[in-house]
């Protein structure tokens, strides 16, 4: 990881140069020759990192080694873009002083305000040139005392360290590269499969509502299976649906999705009784769209009503405590007609308490056949598992290697993902076997997806690692995810490739490795929408803690957080909070992203103080929410605001002063001033928008979503027909 921070300081310093070279004067120097001393070490930083993971005493040394390197990394970027800020601040205060005397010396003004800007820069200048001076000697310090302490790493010796290496990254031909995950990750559960459909279609037999639980251990394919056989059994039941639960579950959040999924089955049927009519009716809002949020009681009440009479399905993926079925069951009525409930579950108590008439169904692990087959298909990929395609050495390799994973599915496919960046030779796919560390009984599937983080090129570690900033099951746009990567600095820049290009080629390396799970794709084969698993999950959030990549806030900290200097801030509070503003208080002033799911506070929201934010990310479920400070972040390149009605923002807020805003995501009602930011056009990604003023500079412009079918035709006669660069756009219908 510290290959990657380090890399992204020094493109960033090497920006700085570019932009300001007139006027940095001699720090221009210092700044150069900071860049060059991170330049050399991170020539050993491909050494270090493989050596810090061994348990001996040099890797705690090197470990600590790159922790302090690290730290400088950060140091440097923030005296960068303070600087920034300073410089900022400097220009609103000439700003101002204008206005109010531009009536009484205009002249003389416009004569001193051609020099404002070397005026101005000179404070921040001597301080950002103090800073990277004592950087300097501090990096100095570091690389002597590599030696010191007996640290051997070897150069990198092959002259691409410098950049990043990633011109084999190349996006597949899609539609026949990629299978369905149930093509070539499902081994061995036929029989699973056509038990347990057996079970949920028994209505004659077991006409009650029945509750079937597959258990099993985490990396078994439970959720997997389970989807199968959702798939099909699906089309017997009126109403059905699959939810994941995961620990941080909210019972109000599953009992609101099952009655709007249940409204949409309703208001599809033109026979339905007029008990259910009258549910309709109290439970939509006025424009007849979306069902209110309620409390847990009148939830229950009208969940029961709606789906009375009805035969359903109810999948609960990933379901962790016992309280969840003691919740929900008072809302899912047993019209003794075969409606069904499945869950998965790691514990047996969940499946023991929620039917005690039904045996919990326990998946057995692949046998060796299976194994060997499983970890081959996603090694070879598209290629036909055989010994005219295979070499007979390396399916006798890859039988002892799958051995190794125990018979637990998600090790073989992650596992296999390694295999697939390799070459199809006996002597790379032994080193696997060889590097592997499988002495630690009882943890070889934790070992294979350590492992394949640390497979991973220096360029996707911090890509896969931002994944825990999401919470567990969350399903992730593709689309957002990447807009979020290009804001973060993860995607360079390369020759003859959008960053849009470069971010999509990185997700589709991670599928390639199996370290996200692909859950719906566009129509030319595209990722859409996916998701990661518990395990993996569990990693990224360990990775991220180790190197303080991100803080991830699920509850309140009990006392004081002893870390406010975190990159980088992800609340993931569950429902029993009614206020969350107390988690502002550990966001430190130096966060560079925040993302916020499920906000709730009671008073407006102020983010100024986190001056130095590229990423702001917040999901509530709230009206009239004022956003103070938001015009102060200068630094900002990613903006989602979603799920908010009547989002406010202050009299005085200024879009034009957000000159390094690149992605937009959400619903304003205030939007004059918008069009003014010249940097948005590059990625911008708007709901509910208007046609833009006629002078409008949006040449650049690639991405327009959600605009109303109403401001179509001011957009047509104003603008679409200069947006020379726009490669996706969408329309929003108004249909009544």
């Given at each position: 990881?510290?290959?990657?921070?380090?890399?992204?300081?020094?493109?960033?310093?090497?920006?700085?140069?570019?932009?300001?070279?007139?006027?940095?004067?001699?720090?221009?120097?210092?700044?150069?020759?900071?860049?060059?001393?991170?330049?050399?070490?991170?020539?050993?930083?491909?050494?270090?990192?493989?050596?810090?993971?061994?348990?001996?005493?040099?890797?705690?040394?090197?470990?600590?080694?790159?922790?302090?390197?690290?730290?400088?990394?950060?140091?440097?970027?923030?005296?960068?873009?303070?600087?920034?800020?300073?410089?900022?601040?400097?220009?609103?205060?000439?700003?101002?002083?204008?206005?109010?005397?531009?009536?009484?010396?205009?002249?003389?003004?416009?004569?001193?305000?051609?020099?404002?800007?070397?005026?101005?820069?000179?404070?921040?200048?001597?301080?950002l040139g103090t800073e990277l001076a004592d950087i300097q000697k501090e990096l100095e310090d570091i690389f002597v005392s590599k030696d010191k302490y007996g640290i051997t790493l070897l150069p990198?010796?092959?002259?691409?360290?410098?950049?990043?290496?990633?011109?084999?990254?190349?996006?597949?031909?899609?539609?026949?590269?990629?299978?369905?995950?149930?093509?070539?990750?499902?081994?061995?559960?036929?029989?699973?499969?056509?038990?347990?459909?057996?079970?949920?279609?028994?209505?004659?037999?077991?006409?009650?509502?029945?509750?079937?639980?597959?258990?099993?251990?985490?990396?078994?394919?439970?959720?997997?299976?389970?989807?199968?056989?959702?798939?099909?059994?699906?089309?017997?039941?009126?109403?059905?649906?699959?939810?994941?639960?995961?620990?941080?579950?909210?019972?109000?959040?599953?009992?609101?999705?099952?009655?709007?999924?249940?409204?949409?089955?309703?208001?599809?049927?033109?026979?339905?009784?007029?008990?259910?009519?009258?549910?309709?009716?109290?439970?939509?809002?006025?424009?007849?769209?979306?069902?209110?949020?309620?409390?847990?009681?009148?939830?229950?009440?009208?969940?029961?009503?709606?789906?009375?009479?009805?035969?359903?399905?109810?999948?609960?993926?990933?379901?962790?405590?016992?309280?969840?079925?003691?919740?929900?069951?008072?809302?899912?009525?047993?019209?003794?007609?075969?409606?069904?409930?499945?869950?998965?579950?790691?514990?047996?108590?969940?499946?023991?308490?929620?039917?005690?008439?039904?045996?919990?169904?326990?998946?057995?692990?692949?046998?060796?056949?299976?194994?060997?087959?499983?970890?081959?298909?996603?090694?070879?990929?598209?290629?036909?598992?055989?010994?005219?395609?295979?070499?007979?050495?390396?399916?006798?390799?890859?039988?002892?290697?799958?051995?190794?994973?125990?018979?637990?599915?998600?090790?073989?496919?992650?596992?296999?993902?390694?295999?697939?960046?390799?070459?199809?030779?006996?002597?790379?796919?032994?080193?696997?076997?060889?590097?592997?560390?499988?002495?630690?009984?009882?943890?070889?599937?934790?070992?294979?997806?350590?492992?394949?983080?640390?497979?991973?090129?220096?360029?996707?570690?911090?890509?896969?690692?931002?994944?825990?900033?999401?919470?567990?099951?969350?399903?992730?746009?593709?689309?957002?995810?990447?807009?979020?990567?290009?804001?973060?600095?993860?995607?360079?820049?390369?020759?003859?490739?959008?960053?849009?290009?470069?971010?999509?080629?990185?997700?589709?390396?991670?599928?390639?490795?199996?370290?996200?799970?692909?859950?719906?794709?566009?129509?030319?084969?595209?990722?859409?929408?996916?998701?990661?698993?518990?395990?993996?999950?569990?990693?990224?959030?360990?990775?991220?803690?180790?190197?303080?990549?991100?803080?991830?806030?699920?509850?309140?900290?009990?006392?004081?957080?002893?870390?406010?200097?975190?990159?980088?801030?992800?609340?993931?509070?569950?429902?029993?909070?009614?206020?969350?503003?107390?988690?502002?208080?550990?966001?430190?002033?130096?966060?560079?992203?925040?993302?916020?799911?499920?906000?709730?506070?009671?008073?407006?929201?102020?983010?100024?103080?986190?001056?130095?934010?590229?990423?702001?990310?917040?999901?509530?479920?709230?009206?009239?929410?004022?956003?103070?400070?938001?015009?102060?972040?200068?630094?900002?390149?990613?903006?989602?605001?979603?799920?908010?009605?009547?989002?406010?923002?202050?009299?005085?807020?200024?879009?034009?002063?957000?000159?390094?805003?690149?992605?937009?995501?959400?619903?304003?009602?205030?939007?004059?001033?918008?069009?003014?930011?010249?940097?948005?056009?590059?990625?911008?990604?708007?709901?509910?928008?208007?046609?833009?003023?006629?002078?409008?500079?949006?040449?650049?412009?690639?991405?327009?979503?959600?605009?109303?079918?109403?401001?179509?035709?001011?957009?047509?006669?104003?603008?679409?027909?200069?947006?020379?660069?726009?490669?996706?756009?969408?329309?929003?219908?108004?249909?009544?």
């Amino acid at each position: 990881m510290a290959e990657a921070i380090v890399s992204f300081v020094v493109r960033k310093l090497g920006d700085l140069i570019k932009k300001e070279a007139e006027l940095l004067g001699g720090v221009k120097s210092q700044v150069s020759r900071v860049q060059t001393e991170l330049m050399n070490i991170r020539c050993y930083l491909a050494s270090a990192d493989s050596k810090q993971r061994k348990g001996d005493v040099e890797s705690a040394l090197v470990e600590n080694w790159l922790n302090q390197l690290r730290d400088v990394a950060y140091r440097i970027e923030d005296a960068i873009d303070i600087f920034y800020v300073e410089l900022e601040g400097n220009h609103l205060q000439v700003e101002n002083t204008h206005n109010r005397l531009k009536y009484c010396c205009y002249y003389l003004f416009g004569k001193v305000k051609n020099l404002r800007c070397k005026f101005m820069k000179v404070p921040g200048l001597h301080k950002l040139g103090t800073e990277l001076a004592d950087i300097q000697k501090e990096l100095e310090d570091i690389f002597v005392s590599k030696d010191k302490y007996g640290i051997t790493l070897l150069p990198d010796q092959s002259g691409k360290i410098s950049e990043y290496v990633i011109n084999e990254v190349v996006l597949p031909n899609r539609r026949a590269a990629y299978q369905d995950v149930d093509d070539i990750e499902i081994v061995g559960q036929d029989d699973d499969k056509d038990n347990i459909r057996k079970l949920l279609l028994s209505s004659e037999k077991i006409p009650r509502r029945a509750v079937i639980t597959i258990v099993g251990p985490g990396g078994l394919g439970k959720t997997t299976l389970a989807r199968r056989v959702y798939k099909s059994v699906k089309v017997d039941f009126e109403y059905h649906t699959m939810l994941s639960v995961s620990q941080q579950f909210s019972i109000i959040d599953i009992l609101t999705k099952i009655l709007r999924e249940v409204l949409d089955v309703i208001k599809n049927l033109e026979d339905a009784d007029p008990e259910k009519q009258k549910v309709l009716q109290l439970v939509t809002n006025f424009d007849g769209n979306e069902p209110k949020k309620q409390d847990m009681g009148v939830l229950i009440s009208r969940v029961k009503k709606l789906l009375s009479g009805m035969r359903y399905l109810i999948i609960l993926d990933d379901v962790w405590v016992v309280e969840l079925w003691d919740q929900l069951k008072y809302a899912l009525p047993d019209d003794k007609n075969g409606s069904r409930v499945m869950m998965t579950s790691r514990n047996l108590d969940v499946a023991n308490s929620a039917d005690s008439r039904m045996e919990p169904y326990m998946p057995n692990l692949l046998n060796d056949e299976e194994s060997c087959d499983l970890l081959l298909r996603k090694a070879l990929q598209n290629q036909e598992v055989n010994e005219v395609e295979c070499p007979s050495d390396l399916i006798e390799l890859a039988k002892e290697l799958s051995k190794k994973c125990e018979g637990l599915p998600l090790a073989l496919i992650v596992l296999g993902g390694i295999l697939s960046t390799r070459r199809q030779t006996y002597r790379d796919w032994n080193k696997v076997l060889d590097t592997m560390d499988w002495h630690q009984e009882g943890k070889d599937c934790m070992n294979v997806l350590a492992m394949s983080y640390e497979d991973m090129p220096y360029y996707l570690k911090p890509c896969f690692t931002y994944l825990s900033s999401f919470p567990e099951d969350y399903e992730i746009s593709a689309r957002v995810l990447m807009y979020m990567w290009i804001a973060e600095g993860f995607i360079p820049e390369q020759e003859k490739k959008t960053m849009e290009e470069t971010a999509e080629a990185f997700l589709e390396q991670l599928y390639q490795r199996s370290m996200v799970q692909v859950s719906r794709r566009y129509s030319n084969g595209s990722i859409k929408y996916f998701r990661v698993h518990d395990l993996l999950h569990d990693l990224a959030m360990h990775e991220a803690r180790k190197v303080n990549f991100v803080t991830i806030f699920q509850k309140l900290p009990q006392g004081s957080h002893p870390d406010r200097v975190t990159r980088r801030v992800s609340i993931q509070a569950d429902q029993s909070l009614d206020d969350c503003s107390e988690f502002i208080m550990y966001i430190g002033s130096n966060t560079r992203s925040l993302l916020w799911f499920d906000l709730r506070l009671r008073d407006p929201i102020h983010v100024i103080d986190f001056r130095l934010l590229r990423v702001l990310k917040i999901e509530g479920d709230a009206d009239g929410y004022e956003l103070r400070g938001l015009d102060g972040l200068i630094h900002l390149k990613y903006l989602e605001i979603r799920n908010f009605r009547g989002l406010k923002l202050p009299s005085d807020f200024r879009w034009d002063r957000l000159q390094n805003l690149e992605t937009l995501i959400g619903a304003w009602e205030e939007q004059k001033g918008l069009w003014s930011i010249r940097t948005l056009p590059h990625t911008c990604v708007c709901f509910d928008l208007d046609g833009p003023p006629v002078n409008a500079d949006l040449r650049n412009l690639q991405t327009l979503r959600s605009i109303s079918s109403s401001g179509l035709k001011a957009w047509h006669k104003n603008q679409l027909p200069l947006l020379n660069n726009l490669r996706k756009f969408g329309l929003k219908l108004h249909t009544r």
